[in-house]
T-cell receptor, first 111, second 118 residues
Framework: SQQGEEDPQALSIQEGENATMNCSYKTSINNLQWYRQNSGRGLVHLILIRSNEREKHSGRLRVTLDTSKKSSSLLITASRAADTASYFCARRLDSSYKLIFGSGTRLLVRP | GAVVSQHPSWVICKSGTSVKIECRSL??????MFWYRQFPKQSLMLMAT?????????EQGVEKDKFLINHASLTLSTLTVTSAHPEDSSFYIC??????????????FGPGTRLLVL
């Protein structure tokens, strides 16, 4: 399978705590993107990080990329109950328009 | 921003019937659209890449005669699930890659269509 691995599969934290999700992959990438999906809904694009970038921020979100280890992480700081959702990394392969999604992390933020 | 719509949002059908799902880019042109399926509590699996004016490219293991894709214009792609069976019940999501001035690396996702085959 081309799917990347994400861990943890599920994460439950208290509101206000930070949440870290990790994504690993095997093939070289053009960029890596993080998406959020609320239950039964479509995907919301969060952040795109290119293969020559190491870190990106957007509000309470911080994404890192380590191409030598073929891994990325998404950090959500000061989590809120509204952050409860599934989070997916998706990598865009070098010479393709395709996005290959990771297995996802289900985040539960308890109020 | 770029908006992608899907219709219908949900559909229930009898086994053996065909179901058509539409994916539209509302405020931009999309040379390329993608179709994914997602089973409960699982990730999105790419089914096929839909190219305007040409045949779709299917991923390994996806039956092209079962899942017919038509990308007749720069704003519309359709997925038809032919002779649907209960195992085809899933959440189908499309995405669109903008062309022209909006082109870039981001795909814009539709809200999904939930299919239940009885």
């Amino acid at each position: 399978s081309q799917q990347g691995e994400e861990d943890p599969q599920a994460l439950s934290i208290q509101e206000g705590e930070n949440a870290t999700m990790n994504c690993s992959y095997k093939t070289s990438i053009n960029n890596l993107q993080w998406y959020r999906q609320n239950s039964g809904r479509g995907l919301v694009h969060l952040i795109l990080i290119r293969s020559n970038e190491r870190e990106k921020h957007s509000g309470r979100l911080r994404v890192t990329l380590d191409t030598s280890k073929k891994s990325s992480s998404l950090l959500i700081t000061a989590s809120r109950a509204a952050d409860t959702a599934s989070y997916f990394c998706a990598r865009r392969l070098d010479s393709s328009y395709k996005l290959i999604f990771g297995s996802g992390t289900r985040l539960l933020v308890r109020p | 921003g770029a908006v992608v719509s899907q219709h219908p949002s949900w559909v229930i059908c009898k086994s053996g019937t065909s179901v058509k799902i539409e994916c539209r880019s509302l405020d931009f042109q999309a040379t390329t659209m993608f179709w994914y399926r997602q089973f409960p509590k699982q990730s999105l699996m790419l089914m096929a890449t839909s190219n305007e004016g040409s045949k779709a490219t299917y991923e390994q293991g996806v039956e092209k005669d079962k899942f017919l894709i038509n990308h007749a214009s720069l704003t519309l792609s359709t997925l038809t699930v032919t002779s649907a069976h209960p195992e085809d019940s899933s959440f189908y999501i499309c995405s669109a890659e903008a062309s022209g001035a909006l082109s870039g690396e981001t795909q814009y996702f539709g809200p999904g269509t939930r299919l239940l085959v009885l």
